[in-house]
């Protein structure tokens, strides 16, 4: 079993919080990872997916009443968020008896936004962890290539071969559109939502243009602003916002938008392989958004991250934003001779943060210029443990 880096936090979280919900896309690992933690604390454990578990919550107060006394793990919470209340409650029994942590774990596919009558709920109650897909530092930079390729999910890395690892995926975009999606919204036809969700993956990194997904589609723009909402919301999906800043300059203030997972992306556009991938238009995209992606996994919670693009051409493909206001530039290139385009020079005159990078498939640290420095996907992420 692969350890996951989000092991501590999660014991972190239960040991000073009365609720946790660990958040995170279908087959990513929650379940696991709340078992093996789960174990070491003589918890109970609830699959909502279960009619047998459904069954025990007719009386939710009652049933969880008679288990007080220990952690409760209640998976796939987003079928019964009229629990969300019942919850409170008896949160605020057990702290009135001095049990102040350690209640209740909470497993959901969805960002709870989804689940608005959590948010407010249990406000002041819940901690909130997102388990990404695997991650670089999980398995090891060795590891690079197949991770960007096939993607962060477990079963879909450890497959035998490339074709198991891409029909994973493919049953995997299936099941969403059939079984999962239909349950978080309006009937949405599967058809359409793949092709939307194919739509995203050809437009990778891209910035959003509503109006133009909506024409493609034959629906109007608010429609297809509310499937982009669900795919967010699933964790699917992430919109990067641009930095806004008063600098007398004309600044892109669209969104980004692309696909999270690498291997879902190239699994829509039907690449089975690497040789596929690195001939196919789609490679640099996929490459900067995997790159971009990782290193959000990594930011400490406060940090921020944005792109920066102004109407004259200055760009920074990722801009992170710390809490005391410094800011690191980022920028990505898939080449092992990379160079700065000027547009990055511009940005960082524009910005001036006080660390810039360049990421790149190699993996030697080299100072690039005087004040730029290349480094690996691998290294930086390591960097972003301890800055």
Known sequence: MIQRYLTSHLKDALAHAPAVALLGPRQVGKTTLALEVGRQLNAHYLDLESEQDRAKLVQPELYLTDHQDRLVIIDEIHRAPGLFPVLRGLIDKGRRAGRR????????????????????????????????????????????DQLWVRGGYPDSLLAADDNRSLRWRQDFIRTYLERDIPQFGPR??????????????HHQGGLLNTAQFARNLGVDAKTAASYLDLLVDLLLVRRLQPWHANLGKRLVKTPKVYVRDSGLVHALLAIPDKESLLSHPVVGQSWECFVIETILTFVPREVQGYFYRTSGGAEIDLLLVWPNGSKWAIEVKRSLAPKVERGFHAACLDLEPERKFLVYPGTERYRFSTDIEAISIFELAGLLQSP
């Open 101 to 144: 942590s350690g209640q209740y774990l909470l497993l959901g596919s969805a960002s709870l936004d989804l689940l608005r009558q959590s948010g407010e709920t249990l406000a002041g109650r819940i901690a909130y962890l997102e388990l990404s897909p695997l991650h670089l530092l999980e398995v090891g930079a060795p590891s690079i």
């Open 188 to 201: 949405i036809a599967a058809e359409t939502m793949r092709r939307f969700w194919g739509m995203l993956a």
